[in-house]
């Protein structure tokens, strides 16, 4: 059997769409974010990276950086094994007690990225409570679909950010199976935020345990970076906080909080858990140094929401769509695959600017977009550059704009 002509076929099926995926090779340049070194002979040198999820730049972070080459020397490399047999070490310990520190819980559970925490999470739960019920939010992350699909436990989806959807949802179950609400609250498609204190309250009322995913907004929203649920005091009515250490935080893995049981359940089930090689001690003191320096620092999450506030307006004032929503996402709507990807790439080549096409299956066909994370080093000048470029490409690619 010829497998390459069977794999080819929907490749091209990929392609013909425009929804072929051809990745920028580049090389970040650490102390000058968000610069980096481009290897695609088509482009200029030296781009901006105007997509990263290192949001604020802690990647490239001197502490950060310190903390891991110091563990590096002290500790070597890997961590030797999985968390159960030989992988345990000190920096894993000491971060998952920062972590429930930063969301005020008892007790956190490291994973080796935030796609295997909502996977292996979601996954336990689902199929270890019996007769459980997933109550799923429609705009959810692949990771936690493939968590719930996992788990075979029955999946019901309600309306994106509508409460009284989930409301209904959840008293057409009955009051006796375990509910579990599995829900986002910066959502890093449309950059809208969830209903937080609603979505609470209804699942409260339903006796529903809440599953929050805030891969998004840990690091950058909330006094200490503990998020929107910090943000809006509502941690502690939150049976279970996941996020991430590779966005803000710069650095990589994925983690939940919540109570010393709730997390001594997963640890103690969770195939994604325990059949897997820990982090490497350095990432986790890495990790501990990005979240402890932005528990106390609010310098670069202010110079970020600066930033992303200039390009909003500069944008407004060019007429360029951009969707409205209160984070620093600022999605740019294109809403066609081959177009979407042509602008991508001529930003690329024309102007040294790097933004990713998102299309299908990211986002619903239509709805394909230019996605600006502006960042607390991204400079007046680059904002300037990019407001220019697109103007151009407005002009040049007959694009409706927004009438002031
Ligand atoms: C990126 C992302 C994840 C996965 O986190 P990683 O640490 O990158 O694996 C989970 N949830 C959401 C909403 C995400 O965008």
Redesign the pocket.
Known sequence: MDFDALFSDQLDLLKKEGNYRIFAELERQSGAFPKAKSYDKRSPENVTIWCSNDYLGMGQSQIVKDAMKSVIDTNGCGAGGTRNISGTNHHHVLLENELADLHRKEAALLFT???VS?WASLGTLGSKLPNAVILSDSAN?A?MIEGIRHSRADKVIWKHNDPDDLDRKLKAIGPNRPKIVAF?SVY?MDGDISPMQEIVEVAESHNAMTYL?E??AVGLYGPRGGGISEELGLSDRITLIEG?L??AYGVMG?YITGSKILCDFIRSFASGFIFTTALPPAVAAGARASIAHLKSSELERKRQQKQVQKLRSDLDRAGIPHMNNPSHIIPVMIKDPVKCKMLSDILMRDYGIYVQPINYPTVPKGTERLRFTPSPMHSDVDIDHLVNALNVLWKQCAIARVVA
Do not use: A, F, I
Request: glycine content about 20%; cysteine-free.
């Open positions: 990225s935030g796609y909502n992350h990771s986002e890093s995913d891969v998004h991430t590779g966005k994925g």
